[in-house]
């Protein structure tokens, strides 16, 4: 049996220190989600991998984004992380289309938040990634929701990975602060069961976000300290399944 690792990352502007009411310029978030592009080069030299961009990100950058599609899966995450309003869903894939030159196929909205399936369809995207089938308080409750991929008429969708019984998200968070040795536990767990594994991070993780007023369980091994901690999940990861992007997924599976 073939066994899938979706590795994806958004690539956007970091602008999570606005969540807890700290201050930052756009300029400086743009520059941070570069700096974060740039520090996980070497990951994505090494596994395949779906790059979840805003427009904006990638107006500013157009030639790193570009080239990135070349070896990678361009996907869309809305034109602005910060804002968003329907029109984006398709004013963001028609422009990262027009950068990349190529077909934008699949959307995550920013924060996971919830958007209806019909205006997805709609707007030309193929799958959504906007759902972690878990419950975190404050954000929401999707403990009802598949832990797989499913259709929700009329879209195809990928959620991100939980574990089989007690649904443990296995997101950016939960690399950060489950001690290594049981987090890759979790996700082989997760792996073995389901045949797939769908985990995201944001490159701006893979810097030095100390600065900026942040809990420390969201910065708990930022930098270099998280580049060496992923490196070596994605290391382990690699001996038990293939590293695809999420469209060869969704091709792979299509019923």
Not at 73 to 102: Q, V
Request: hydrophobic residues 40%; aromatic residues 12%.
């Amino acid at each position: 049996m073939s066994r899938y690792i979706l590795l994806s990352f958004d690539v956007e502007e970091f602008d999570i220190p606005l969540e807890f009411k700290k201050p930052i310029t756009p300029s400086e978030q743009i520059h941070i989600g570069k700096l974060g592009l740039d520090a996980i080069t070497p990951l994505l030299e090494n596994y395949t991998t779906t790059l979840f961009t805003t427009a904006n990100f990638a107006d500013h950058f157009p030639n790193e984004i570009k080239a990135l599609a070349n070896e990678h899966e361009i996907a869309s995450h809305t034109y602005y992380h910060g804002y968003y309003e329907d029109g984006h869903l398709l004013e963001s894939k028609l422009r990262l289309e027009a950068i990349t030159e190529k077909k934008i196929k699949g959307l995550r909205m920013p924060r996971m938040r919830s958007v209806s399936m019909h205006a997805v369809a709609e707007a030309g995207y193929d799958y959504d990634s906007s759902v972690n089938p878990t419950f975190l308080p404050g954000k929401y409750n999707n403990l009802h929701l598949p832990r797989v991929k499913y259709f929700d008429s009329p879209m195809w969708r990928i959620p991100a990975s939980v574990t089989p019984h007690l649904r443990i998200p296995l997101f950016w968070l939960s690399a950060k602060n489950i001690p290594l040795a049981i987090y890759k536990q979790l996700c082989m767990q997760t792996l073995k069961k389901d045949g797939v594994l769908c985990l995201y991070f944001h490159p701006w993780e893979f810097t030095d976000i100390k600065g900026f007023g942040l809990p420390t369980y969201t910065r708990r091994f930022a930098g270099q300290a998280f580049i060496e901690r992923i490196s070596d999940l994605l290391k382990t990861l690699s001996t038990h399944g293939d590293f695809i992007t999420m469209d060869a997924y969704h091709q792979l599976t299509k019923s």
